[in-house]
Nanobody, 116 residues
Framework: QVVLVESGGGLVQPGGSLTLSCAAS????????MMWYRQAPGKEREMVAS????????NYADSAKGRFTISRDDSKNTVYLQMNSLKPEDTAVYYC?????????RGQGTQVTVSS
């Protein structure tokens, strides 16, 4: 059974930082392309960042460029999202997903709230 568990969310002031983690089990983690996406209340789901299985190539939404960094540690079956200079508009539930071919698995999400 594939399980993805996100952690690291919470309440942070504008300008602050958080690091999200997504621990995967039940799959060959290194084979999967990994993604972080988010969904705020009343808004559509938005891709935030992705990282490939081979080569670790990264891609970011314009809203995340220069502030967020995605990385992976295949030895720990974990993908990370370092978020700096957080803004109130970053408030959302953040999810990770793992994709290999036509297979995609998603976690349950972690809440990030940016507020003073």
């Amino acid at each position: 059974q594939v399980v993805l568990v996100e952690s690291g969310g919470g309440l942070v002031q504008p300008g602050g930082s958080l690091t999200l983690s997504c621990a995967a089990s039940g799959l060959t983690f290194s084979a999967y392309n990994m993604m972080w996406y988010r969904q705020a209340p009343g808004k559509e789901r938005e891709m935030v960042a992705s990282i490939t299985n081979v080569g670790g190539r990264t891609n970011y939404a314009d809203s995340a460029k220069g502030r967020f960094t995605i990385s992976r540690d295949d030895s720990k079956n974990t993908v990370y999202l370092q978020m700096n200079s957080l803004k109130p508009e970053d408030t959302a539930v953040y999810y990770c997903s793992a994709t290999w071919g036509f297979r995609t698995f998603r976690g349950q999400g972690t809440q990030v709230t940016v507020s003073s």
